[in-house]
């Protein structure tokens, strides 16, 4: 695995992450554009969002300046190091600092001392799992501040909201979480929701849920029943881009579920912002030969 | 649209409505969380002459030096509401006029705005690109090693940088209307047992 080939496709990952939308979240900006009224401010917020995603491509820079936590996902086969591949992703970071395609994002919580290009506990995460397929596959999102501060998780039932334990009280729950959000987490968002786990356990399976393009269809016909009735009545809201009233609020709802115990039963959302960078690639025999998304 | 040249006197501040779409031209000057308890804290004194009738933005730009030079990359706004314990205090203590952020501010924010006018611009939050190329020179930087970059004080000369006033300084604010507006939307969605 020292191979410079590796390196390479984490630093040219991280800059196409940080500069290039994936197509599936541009068509839904351009199909969120043609439901606002021409002139309205709606309508000119969305403009003003895909001249940046345009321009952010064009120079190969951040279309935000916020270049988040990276949040990487390595799937890899019988044999491969993680502490190799942990090494590249550090190097990768240090290497997208000084290429600009990274702020240098990482704080010391205790001193509050910015640390440059180094990498640290919790930046970046990295998340880990052995597969049966022979080659190794990379997903990387680069996850802003702002949207990650308004996702939110609620323990069922929940009387602030009004929420059982049914699917009408997770309902609830997630349109109440975008309601909060307004503005505040960059709208038009994509919501990353799962029902059931652990605190920890949900929390991070309804961020992986945003690893699913934008266009997939639930396997689970009442999860995806409930990902339209909650689109629908999100977009009902009228908060729209960046909480200037329109149509366009969200982009896409993901949920997943997980098995949880008889005492728990959370409903976690992550809230992913129009800048919704994730990017991925498949590696095999010393190359890149395929990239996600 | 109004045409508008930082820093800002008092006089012109009260005659900005919410609502009105504004092209920025000017000094401004960067100051997010740990520039925001720096001054309160610290109340240094020499920032009050930059300040006086000027513009804050919320932002933490990605910075380029090429040779002795400055080069704003990336700069698009922040959260504001993270600096709403600060923000009435920075208002009243150095004069400002303006507030550059994303998402609004609260009602403490808001009183300070009618007291002291002052108002609040907001920026299309993750908007980097286009507003980077706002910003035709980088004239000073503060607090750079200290704070490191992305906190750091950047003075920033602008032009035609695209923003909309959604809180002015006679009580108006587009994010509290706009909250209660879906707020009720909310209620009837939520009170009608679901569309499932």
């Known amino acids: 695995m020292d191979n410079e080939k590796l390196l390479d496709a984490f630093i040219e990952l991280i800059r196409r992450t940080s500069s290039d939308l994936p197509v599936d979240v541009v068509?839904?900006?351009?199909?969120?554009?043609?439901?606002?009224?021409?002139?309205?401010?709606?309508?000119?917020?969305?403009?003003?969002?895909?001249?940046?995603?345009?321009?952010?491509?064009e120079k190969s820079l951040p279309m935000c300046q916020d270049t988040g936590t990276?949040?990487?996902?390595?799937?890899?086969?019988?044999?491969?190091?993680?502490?190799?591949?942990?090494?590249?992703?550090?190097?990768?970071?240090?290497?997208?600092?000084?290429?600009?395609?990274?702020?240098?994002?990482?704080?010391?919580?205790?001193?509050?001392?910015?640390?440059?290009?180094?990498?640290?506990?919790?930046?970046?995460?990295?998340n880990f799992e052995e597969w049966k397929k022979d080659y190794i596959r990379v997903i990387l999102m680069l996850k802003g501040g702002g949207c990650e501060n308004v996702g939110t998780q609620y323990a069922l039932p929940d009387s602030r909201v009004n929420a059982g334990r049914d699917l009408e009280g997770v309902r609830r729950c997630i349109l109440d979480a975008v309601h909060k959000a307004q503005g505040r987490g960059c709208s038009p968002g994509i919501l990353g929701?799962?029902?059931?786990?652990?605190?920890?356990?949900?929390?991070?399976?309804?961020?992986?849920?945003?690893?699913?393009?934008?266009?997939?269809?639930?396997?689970?016909?009442?999860?995806?029943?409930?990902?339209?009735?909650?689109?629908?009545?999100?977009?009902?809201?009228?908060?729209?881009?960046?909480?200037?009233?329109?149509?366009?609020?969200?982009?896409?709802?993901?949920?997943?579920?997980?098995?949880?115990?008889?005492?728990?039963?959370?409903?976690?959302?992550?809230?992913?912002?129009w800048a919704y960078r994730r990017r991925g690639f498949e590696y095999e025999n010393g190359k890149t030969k395929k990239w996600l998304y | 649209m109004v045409i508008l040249n930082s820093p800002i006197s008092k006089k012109d501040v009260v005659k900005l409505k919410a609502g009105d779409t504004v092209h920025l031209n000017g000094i401004i000057v960067t100051a997010r969380d740990v520039a925001h308890k720096y001054l309160i804290e610290k109340r240094?004194?020499?920032?009050?002459?930059?300040?006086?009738?000027?513009?804050?933005?919320?932002?933490?730009?990605?910075?380029?030096?090429?040779?002795?030079?400055?080069?704003?990359?990336?700069?698009?706004?922040?959260?504001?509401?993270?600096?709403?314990?600060?923000?009435?205090?920075?208002?009243?203590?150095?004069g400002v006029s303006g507030i550059i952020g994303k998402g609004g501010m609260g009602d403490r924010t808001l009183k300070a705005?009618?007291?002291?006018?002052?108002?609040?611009?907001?920026?299309?939050?993750?908007?980097?690109?286009?507003?980077?190329?706002?910003?035709?020179?980088?004239?000073?930087?503060?607090?750079?090693?200290?704070?490191?970059?992305?906190?750091?004080?950047?003075?920033?000369?602008?032009?035609d940088f695209p923003v909309t006033i959604t809180m002015d300084s006679h009580g108006n604010s587009l994010h509290k209307t706009m909250y209660e507006k879906t707020e009720k939307v909310l209620n009837r969605l939520t009170l009608k047992g679901g569309g499932l």
């Open chain 1, 27 to 57: 068509t839904a900006i351009k199909e969120g554009l043609l439901t606002e009224k021409r002139d309205s401010i709606a309508h000119k917020t969305l403009q003003m969002i895909l001249k940046n995603i345009k321009l952010a491509k």
């Open chain 2, 113 to 159: 705005f009618k007291k002291h006018k002052a108002v609040y611009f907001h920026a299309i939050g993750g908007l980097a690109q286009v507003l980077a190329e706002c910003v035709v020179d980088v004239k000073d930087v503060f607090m750079l090693k200290e704070f490191g970059s992305p906190e750091a004080m950047w003075v920033l000369d602008v032009k």
């Open chain 1, 70 to 126: 990276p949040v990487f996902y390595v799937n890899y086969p019988h044999g491969v190091s993680q502490i190799d591949i942990k090494k590249k992703i550090n190097q990768a970071i240090k290497e997208s600092v000084h290429k600009l395609y990274l702020r240098p994002n990482i704080v010391d919580t205790l001193t509050g001392k910015n640390l440059g290009d180094k990498t640290g506990p919790g930046y970046p995460v990295i």
């Open chain 1, 193 to 273: 929701v799962c029902i059931g786990g652990d605190r920890v356990s949900s929390y991070e399976e309804s961020k992986r849920q945003l690893l699913r393009s934008l266009d997939d269809r639930n396997k689970n016909p009442v999860l995806g029943k409930l990902e339209q009735s909650i689109m629908k009545d999100s977009n009902r809201l009228g908060i729209g881009p960046m909480g200037f009233g329109g149509m366009t609020t969200l982009l896409g709802v993901k949920i997943g579920s997980l098995c949880r115990i008889p005492p728990s039963y959370f409903v976690s959302v992550t809230y992913m912002c």
């Open chain 2, 44 to 94: 240094p004194e020499k920032y009050k002459k930059l300040l006086k009738n000027g513009v804050l933005y919320h932002c933490g730009p990605v910075v380029d030096r090429v040779g002795k030079k400055w080069i704003i990359a990336a700069a698009g706004p922040t959260t504001s509401m993270r600096q709403e314990p600060y923000t009435a205090e920075v208002i009243k203590e150095y």
